[in-house]
Nanobody, 126 residues
């Protein structure tokens, strides 16, 4: 049974940092492209960051580049998202997701991802 579990959300003030993690099981984690997505109330789900199977290729949304860092530990089947300098507009439900096949330009496209976690809430107050 495929599971993606994302503990680590929370409520913080603007400027603070949070680290999200995503624990994967039930599939061959090291062969899947992994991504973080988020969805705010009334908005579409959007890609935040993604990482290739080896970790050599990373993709970031313009809105988070320079503030967020994605990483993965294939030995622990775990994906991370370090979020620094958080802003109120970062408030959303954050999901991790897994994709077997990603080609150029697709890394932040939610439609390309097969497996999804249930999400963890991140709330940033001003």
């Amino acid at each position: 049974q495929v599971q993606l579990v994302e503990p680590g959300g929370g409520s913080v003030q603007a400027g603070a940092s949070l680290r999200l993690s995503c624990s994967a099981s039930g599939f061959t984690y090291g062969t899947y492209y992994m991504g973080w997505f988020r969805q705010a109330p009334g908005k579409q789900r959007e890609g935040v960051a993604a990482m290739s199977t080896s970790g050599r290729v990373t993709t970031y949304a313009d809105s988070v580049r320079g503030r967020f860092t994605i990483s993965r530990d294939n030995a622990k089947n775990t994906l991370y998202l370090q979020m620094n300098s958080l802003k109120p507009e970062d408030t959303a439900l954050y999901y991790c997701a897994a994709s077997l096949i990603i080609t150029d330009g697709q890394a932040l496209d939610p439609g390309r991802y097969r497996y999804w976690g249930k999400g963890t809430q991140v709330t940033v107050s001003s």
